[in-house]
């Protein structure tokens, strides 16, 4: 059988794609996390669907070259940023709070080299609002999952978790606010065993 992408770590620093459509503070944790001589990788591009959003001024704070890539429609989106990221020639694709559900054919061009960070313990909560979702439901623990991204909606392959306490009195800010901490850790964490090639080894490995 083929090697699946970075089965094998590659024999340079891996070219990083961000796509996000609001503040970016899991880009700024990627960017911290993989500085400019980082062996294993870097953010080279980063793609915001959203003209003013805050990802897009951090990655150019960061000197990263950074797009808005208007979503008219989702098919004129894909060919605009599948242009952008061949361009680039990119390698791994990071969803971080990209709000937009991007087409199978899409995520099948990038299979195994597409992630996403969701603010819940997958497959629990999927969808819009985990965070509330939690609160509802009221479970004792919630946390995060980094996960390679298929044709459905956080439905992919989890590489990582970290979890968190539900606290008594917790609202879904006080919630969302700690879990995103850990999100910042666990994002990072992910990239580098996948691009390692460690990857599927690590698949499901649980902290908190
Ligand atoms: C994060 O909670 C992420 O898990 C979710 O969207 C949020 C994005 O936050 N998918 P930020 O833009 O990275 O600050």
């Given at each position: ?6 089965d ?8 990083i794609?961000?796509l ?17 001589d ?23 704070d960061?000197?990263v070259?950074a797009h ?30 990209f ?53 459905g ?22 919630l ?27 698949a ?5």
């Amino acid at each position: 059988m083929a090697d699946r992408p970075f089965d094998r770590p590659l024999d340079r620093p891996a070219r990083i794609a961000v796509l996000a459509s609001g503040r970016g503070t899991n880009l700024a944790a990627l960017l911290r996390a993989f500085p400019a001589d980082d062996p294993v990788g870097r953010v080279t591009l980063v793609l915001s669907n959203v003209a003013d959003a805050g990802a897009l001024t951090v990655a150019r704070d960061a000197g990263v070259e950074a797009h808005h890539v208007a979503f008219p429609d989702r098919s004129t989106f894909e060919a605009a940023a599948l242009r952008q990221l061949e361009q680039a020639q990119i390698d791994l694709v990071c969803l971080a709070g990209f709000m937009r559900v991007l087409s199978a054919d899409f995520v099948r061009r990038f299979e195994g080299r597409l992630l996403n960070i969701h603010p819940s313990l997958l497959p629990r909560f999927r969808g819009l609002h985990p965070q509330r979702q939690a609160l509802e439901a009221g479970v004792a623990t919630s946390g995060c999952t980094v996960h390679l991204v298929d044709a459905g909606v956080d439905t992919g392959t989890p590489l990582l978790q970290r979890s968190v306490d539900v606290l008594p009195g917790d609202t879904e800010a006080s919630l969302s606010e700690r879990i995103l901490a850990e999100e910042h850790l666990a994002y990072p964490a992910a990239v580098r065993l996948l691009l390692q090639g460690r990857g599927t080894r690590a698949a499901l490995e649980r902290t908190s």
